[in-house]
């Protein structure tokens, strides 16, 4: 298979020509002793709006360089501000990425979830209390083509393979992006990055026990039910059965974790 047919690679393409369609509306930089303070308060101002989300790779320097009409050292000025921050990360390779408001919680909780099987609890409760209220709202708020998004993930998950939904590493992906596909759909900033923050902690946590959740009968064939049932209520609007739909998977993958951390 091409990179070209590879679906996490056309997401990709999608989501940065979306990210540059919604750039496209800042406004030139005048020239002024202050240019780097203004490229980085209208980076700002396009993540607190939610315009650019947690995850979303920058534009080229080129390319930001024509959009706010300014030379290449004023950009990197204000990007290394930005980054200073805490608003984006750089990766030498990549590019420069937002960062999650919350994403200086990210290692913390990492490591104190590697000590404390307790907090993996906790981190659940929180989970469901977020992404409940987040497929509630997007259920009420969704647009036509975000329920046509959603629909595509849950197809891309179908499509791997039954057994690989949180097991394998691109599974994990897809899994973990639907439910940031959810808090995006929702249009709350605060729920955008607190997802995404607690999303990232569980792409980083499954690998460690993918391997005992596949011995659990039936689990894959469960996440993709369970999946199909938060997706249809969003699609029909039904607001209160994506709300139920997703507090019932949550409860599951806790309970199927609990199964699964008495062995250890």
């Known amino acids: 298979m091409t990179k070209k047919h590879d679906f996490l690679y056309i997401h990709y393409i999608l989501k940065i020509a979306g990210i540059m369609r919604k750039v496209f509306s800042i406004s030139k930089i005048e020239k002024s002793p202050g240019i780097p303070s203004r490229v980085t308060n209208q980076i700002i101002d396009l993540i607190t709006k939610g315009i650019l989300k947690p995850g979303d790779k920058l ?24 980054e200073a921050r805490g608003y984006i990360e750089s990766n030498d390779r990549r590019g420069k990425f937002v960062k999650s408001m919350f994403d200086d919680l990210r290692t913390p909780l990492i ?12 981190l659940l409760y ?3 209390i977020i992404d ?6 997007a259920a009420k708020s969704a647009t036509l083509e975000q329920v046509k998004q959603i629909k595509q993930l849950f197809k891309e998950a179908r499509k791997i393979n039954v057994n690989k939904i949180v097991i394998a590493p691109k599974g994990i992906i897809i899994y973990t992006s639907f439910f940031d596909l959810l808090a995006n759909t929702t249009g709350n900033t605060v729920f955008v990055h607190l997802s995404k923050t607690i999303t990232d902690i569980l ?9 005992r ?6 689990f894959s064939k469960n996440i993709i039910t369970q999946l199909k049932k938060i997706s249809d209520a969003i699609e029909k609007h039904k ?4 709300k139920i739909a997703t507090i019932e998977h949550v409860n599951y993958m806790e309970k199927s974790l609990k199964t699964v951390l008495k062995e250890i």
């Open 132 to 137: 409940a209220e987040a497929a509630c709202l």
């Open 203 to 211: 792409r980083e946590y499954f690998p460690i026990v993918r391997d």
């Open 111 to 122: 490591d104190h979830l590697s000590v404390s099987q307790e907090s993996m609890w906790e």
């Open 213 to 218: 959740l596949s011995a659990i009968s039936g």
């Open 126 to 128: 929180v989970w469901r």
């Open 59 to 82: 534009p080229s320097e080129h390319e930001m360089t024509k959009l706010f009409g300014i030379s290449r050292i004023s950009l990197r000025e204000g990007l290394k501000l930005l």
């Open 239 to 242: 607001s209160e059965a994506a």
